[in-house]
């Protein structure tokens, strides 16, 4: 399904999903972490994001020492993190949530990202893929591993 046609519904039953996701984090784990990918409606306080975290976004760290002031709401989750000795304040959109995982990796959710309010630079990293040649001959898809990328 491309982000085309996903409807407000769609969107709006995803970010009930992460939030949902969120909260049992919170709950079964109390210390965990999300990536979160770059976003217009993205932000982190007076840090905002640095070097690398321009394009591939920022983990956070979630947990009761980490961050205060928590709240869920329905297009974004507000929080305060302590980045150093320093408490930002945080606006992170549902939609650019990634991935949330713990600090072992036992669990691991990686969620879709709504890209039509992401950065160009992502729509066209994924709009540069070559699709696999097929051979003639048979139904195997031939994938060609020669070209770098």
């Not at 007076?46 to 979630?62: C, D, H, P, S, Y």
């Not at 036992?106 to 309010?117: D, G």
Request: with cysteine.
């Amino acid at each position: 399904m491309d982000d085309e046609t996903l409807t407000r519904e769609d969107i709006e039953l995803l970010r009930k999903f992460k939030s949902s996701i969120f909260d049992l984090y919170w709950e079964k784990y109390g210390f965990f972490y999300i990536h979160v990918l770059p976003h217009p409606d993205l932000q982190m306080g007076n840090r905002g994001l640095l070097g690398k975290e321009k394009e591939g976004g920022v983990i956070l760290a979630f947990g009761a020492t980490a961050c205060k002031d928590i709240s869920s709401e329905e297009e974004y989750l507000y929080a305060e993190l302590q980045f150093g000795m320093k408490w930002e304040k945080l606006l992170i959109p549902w939609d650019c949530i990634f991935r949330i995982f713990d600090k072992s990796q036992n669990a691991l959710t990686q969620l879709r990202v709504v890209k039509e309010n992401l950065p160009s630079t992502e729509k066209s990293k994924t709009s540069k893929k070559k699709a696999p040649k097929q051979s003639t001959e048979s139904n195997v898809i031939q994938i060609d591993f020669s070209r770098k990328k």
